[in-house]
Nanobody
Framework: QVQLVESGGGLVQPGGSLRLSCAASGSIFSAYTMAWHRQAPGKQRELVAT???????HYADSVKGRFTISRDNAKNTLYLQMNSLKPEDTAVYYCNQARRDVVKGLYYYWGQGTQVTVSS
């Protein structure tokens, strides 16, 4: 029932900016930590950023100072503002909603992903 739909990806030149959006439905959005992961071809999946229900944020070292995660609880929407983009940022970006279950432990719901390509 939980649905996460990413948008805003595309082709951008090095040094450029993109703003990704994630529309969430089927849950009490404001109650959960949200996250962005990314995965480039041939590389391991990477946790990019998280934002808790009370607004605390975490960023991977590779994106600190360049990316900003935010949320609009009234719109059930998660954002990732990406500035000063580098070719190594090229990846499929996934929106995630975190859950903690007594049986499963920590796990994520996943969106379908949106492609970000940084190239000249």
């Amino acid at each position: 029932q939980v649905q996460l739909v990413e948008s805003g990806g595309g082709l951008v030149q090095p040094g450029g900016s993109l703003r990704l959006s994630c529309a969430a439905s089927g849950s009490i959005f404001s109650a959960y930590t949200m996250a962005w992961h990314r995965q480039a071809p041939g590389k391991q999946r990477e946790l990019v950023a998280t934002i808790s229900s009370d607004g605390n944020t975490h960023y991977a070292d590779s994106v600190k100072g360049r990316f900003t995660i935010s949320r609009d609880n009234a719109k059930n929407t998660l954002y990732l503002q990406m500035n000063s983009l580098k070719p190594e940022d090229t990846a499929v970006y996934y929106c995630n909603q975190a859950r903690r279950d007594v049986v499963k432990g920590l796990y994520y719901y996943w969106g379908q992903g949106t492609q970000v390509t940084v190239s000249s």
